[in-house]
């Protein structure tokens, strides 16, 4: 008689004890976060991408907030945009009307993610930019990092965040034109392509 052994540690599939958190997926996300632009607006931009880990494999379960200023460069001052169903007490989506300049957008099942805001505009020598938060498993500490719209290269060379990297370090945190409003910008967490992360003091 042949017994197999499905009890040793070759064989065991990993459980949510094995790996290290924390999870993001439950009561964070909520109904509408990605849509951050009020409907219909002329300055409205996609930008989308992917969150990768350091073996370049993509996270199905990484959280990102998304920030930002106005086309006018003021920070928003709205009090929300969410509205409750009256009956059930639960979200709705956005009003549509607002706008917060704050988003929040989980990745699918692919890594993929995708906001909808309005562009920012350039303040100063500063450039054009969002801010993200990104939130992962595996994470003990979230990542702040900046998305930075391309422009007409000169406002990007005097920014100056961007003038003191290197150039295929500054690449990280500049989004690719795709055309009609939109930008492709992936996030890597470690390993070749590093996005750059920001420390706040």
Known sequence: MTTTDTGGPQSALPTPSHTVGP???HAL???GGEDIAPLGHPDTVTVHGYVYDGEGRPLPDALLE???PDPEGRVPTADGSMRRDPASGGFLGRNGVEFTG???VQTDADGHWYVRTLRPRARGRSAPYLGVCVFARGLLVHLFTRIYL????????????LSRLAADRRDTVVAGAE???????DIRLQGEGETVFLEFQ
């Open 102 to 104: 704050f988003g929040r």
């Open 179 to 185: 055309g009609e409003g939109t930008y492709r910008f």
């Open 66 to 68: 998304v920030w930002g």
């Open 29 to 31: 996300p909520f109904r």
């Open 150 to 161: 391309p422009d007409d290269g000169t406002v990007l060379a005097s920014d100056p965040l």
């Open 23 to 25: 999870f993001y997926g």
